[in-house]
């Protein structure tokens, strides 16, 4: 929860083009959206990562969020990971309607739905993971809408968010966060009407995907700088709590869960709520393997699953994807702020100016 305040002596930093070598993002996860009433996007990937790589590294180079990737990857050291990395990038999307900006909290994702103007290309999703509210700071559910856009924001410290930060990390933080590299804001910040309530990039990326905010939403600092540009005031953004999705991939009916946020008003327990999503899928109740079900609403799991028995299951199916190299340089701790990450020279990335 923050008040952003734009200033002249931050304005020069979003004007700097960074050029320096290391690990390339690849683009965000972008979907033409389906057509043959199918509700899942992206493919699965698995790779094999270079020595020095972790799990972190991975996540955000293919745009997925620490929870994701150590989701699907439940035995797996998260600094030293050996053997093939699954890269949870297939998603089943939230709820229609699909406009504008739908933020599903349990899923830690953002989807963006831009508008196809006349003549344009098919209709897309834009999906980026993000960072949730810790607990006892929930986000609002509902419906609000994009009211300001904020380059340079600095942050005035809230004094119930100075005070926890005291009794917890035993550390006074500073009442003022000027713009630049190590505010807790990021460089570009965009405003909801829920009050106090931000889409904004961060000072720790590595952050994005865990329960790290006192409500607003993190992403990585390469997401801000595409999506900034592309949002108008006056977007229309809904909030959800989907712990469960059920969704239609082709010719396989998938689920997938996440853990779930006590905060809410829906308290019932994953087991149940992926019992409940059943009943929106037109197969039969023998024609659903109920030990993965059992599994899903045990064990989170964002890989989406086939329900049939007759489909194979996750581990089996997984097994059947081709293992590519992940030789990319690690990002490195000097990646930990706002800036964005180091990327080939050939690839220049700017701010928005």
């Known amino acids: 929860m ?27 996860a972008t979907f033409t959206l389906p057509t043959d009433g199918s509700t899942v996007v992206g493919q699965v990937l698995v790779v094999e990562p270079s020595a020095g790589n972790t799990l972190p590294d991975i996540a955000r180079h293919y745009d997925v969020g620490y929870e994701e990737i150590t989701r699907a990857n439940p035995n797996m050291s998260v600094w030293t990971p050996r053997g093939p990395v699954v890269v949870p990038r297939q998603f089943i999307l939230p709820p229609q309607p699909w406009q504008g900006i739908v933020l599903n909290i349990p899923q830690r994702r953002l989807y963006y739905f831009p508008v196809a103007g006349k003549g344009q290309a098919p209709k897309q999703v834009i999906t980026y993971p993000i960072s949730i509210a810790r607990e006892g700071w929930s986000t609002p559910l509902g419906t609000t809408r994009i009211t300001a856009k904020h380059k340079d924001p600095a942050w005035f410290v ?60 993190h992403l990585y600092p390469e997401d801000a700088a595409q999506i900034f540009p592309q949002l108008k005031v006056g977007t229309p953004v809904r909030v959800i709590d989907e712990a469960v999705l059920v969704g239609k991939d082709r010719d396989r009916w998938v689920m997938a869960t996440f853990e ?60 059947t994807l081709p293992v590519e190299r992940y030789d990319f340089e690690p990002y490195g701790i000097d990646a930990n702020n706002a800036m964005l990450p180091r990327i080939p020279a050939s690839e220049d990335i700017e701010l928005p100016p």
């Open 2 to 28: 923050h008040r952003p305040l734009n200033t002249l002596f931050a304005r020069l930093a979003l004007s700097l083009t960074l050029a320096i070598i290391g690990a390339a993002p690849v683009a965000a």
């Open 158 to 217: 809230p004094k119930s968010i100075r005070e926890e930060h005291l009794r917890e990390e035993g550390v006074e933080l500073p009442d003022y966060f000027p713009p630049g590299p190590d505010n807790p804001m990021g460089m570009l910040a965009m405003q909801t009407g829920f009050p106090g309530i931000f889409i904004h990039a961060t000072n720790r990326p590595w952050g994005v995907g865990l329960r790290a905010s006192h409500g607003c939403l």
């Open 260 to 319: 779930t946020v006590a905060e809410y008003p829906d308290v019932s327990p994953l087991s149940l709520r992926a019992t409940q999503a059943l009943s929106t899928v037109p197969l039969p109740q023998d024609a659903i393997d109920q030990k993965r079900v059992e599994r899903l609403g045990t064990t989170p799991q964002p890989v989406p699953v086939a329900l049939s028995p007759s489909q194979p299951d996750l581990a089996a199916w997984l097994r």
